[in-house]
């Protein structure tokens, strides 16, 4: 679904060429382009108007030709015009802008999700099977990418100029964006929020990588564990499984297949759990209580890294029926990244 009429093809070329814009390397690249040059055109369109306007009048209006001022009486239908073409132009803008704007925010279900910790100054990526990167992202052709980002310390903005994709990083919070890149190359990553004095030089590098060569650099990036893998580890030494321990005598909900289940509250509101819900009820369990349960569990505030909750979320995610997680290393392949639906019934805890 690209756009590629040939004269498209060519104005592109020629601004690529020239330095004014970068590559277009993602399957929305030319959808952005199309509303920006829109964008341009408009704004060309007004500045000439106005220009000659100014410019007419200023000849046609001059003292010579009429000492006398003339005094003008409105028009209803110039100044319904020129209120009614601006406004449907910047209506169309709006509508334009808002389904872009859907468009990149919103992941498609089938997407692969990859992590990125913003940090002064580095962007550090982290693959599902465990394989992790900095200031660099490795990413297939032809598959929807989700980026899961978040920051360690201040306000970051994770920007692919080739891909026309950028996204806050900030503490406390996860933020996504997504892409399909369509070029195998490398292209510029960059942090575009003044962070602090070496702002500068928090950028690095995207390989684009056909699925293969994608494959076969997961396979030599193996870091022998996987973020769930992990995020097992970090469940026990933390001591979490004292009390989620699946068990019925344990004190915390059986947390097996509560990913992407709604739980329900102590006060009776309801909530989907997804990554951002487990991150917070690590962080801040007493904000919201799961219904049946005392409210015993200890905040983990400050006692664990970004990188050591990603990997719970991972942990907690990948724990579909019973608390064993699955060995595979590379999780890129799309049986592994298929995960409940919200819909999926609700876990053991929530039954009173
Ligand atoms: C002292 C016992 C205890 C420990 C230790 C504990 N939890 Fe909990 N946890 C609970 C209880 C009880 C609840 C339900 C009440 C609530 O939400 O606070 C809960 C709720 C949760 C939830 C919300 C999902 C749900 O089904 O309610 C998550 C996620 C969670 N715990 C993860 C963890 C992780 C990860 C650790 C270790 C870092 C941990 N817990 C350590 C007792 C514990
Ligand atoms: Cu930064």
Partial sequence: MGISPVLWQFLVKWLHNAALFPSEASTISPWMDAFY??????????????????????IRYRKERNPVATQVEGSTLLEATWTIIPLAIFLMAFVWGALLYYRIYTPPPNSMNIYVVGKQWMWKSEHPGGQHEINALHVPTGTPVQLT???QDVFHSFSIPDFRVKREAIPGRYTTVWFEA?????????????????????IGEVTVLSPTDYQKWLQQSDSGMSLAQNGERLFASMGCNACHSGTAAARGPNLAGVYGSKLTLTDGSQVL?????IRDAILNPSQHVTAGFAPIMPT??????EEG?????????????????????MTSDSDQA????????QSEAVKP
């Fill in 273 to 277: 759990v997804n990554d951002a819900y």
């Fill in 309 to 329: 909750l990603i990997d719970l979320v991972e942990f907690i995610k990948n724990l579909q029926t019973n608390y064993r997680v699955q060995q595979t290393q």
């Fill in 182 to 202: 369509t070029q195998p190359g490398t292209y510029h990553l960059f942090c575009t929020q003044y962070c602090g004095t070496q702002h500068s030089g928090m």
């Fill in 338 to 345: 298929a995960q409940p639906t919200p819909t999926a019934g």
């Fill in 149 to 151: 980002i978040i920051s």
């Fill in 300 to 305: 983990y505030k400050g006692q664990i890294s």
């Fill in 37 to 58: 040059l829109f964008l341009i055109a408009m704004t060309v369109v007004g500045l000439v108007l106005v220009g000659a306007l100014v410019f007419g009048f200023a």
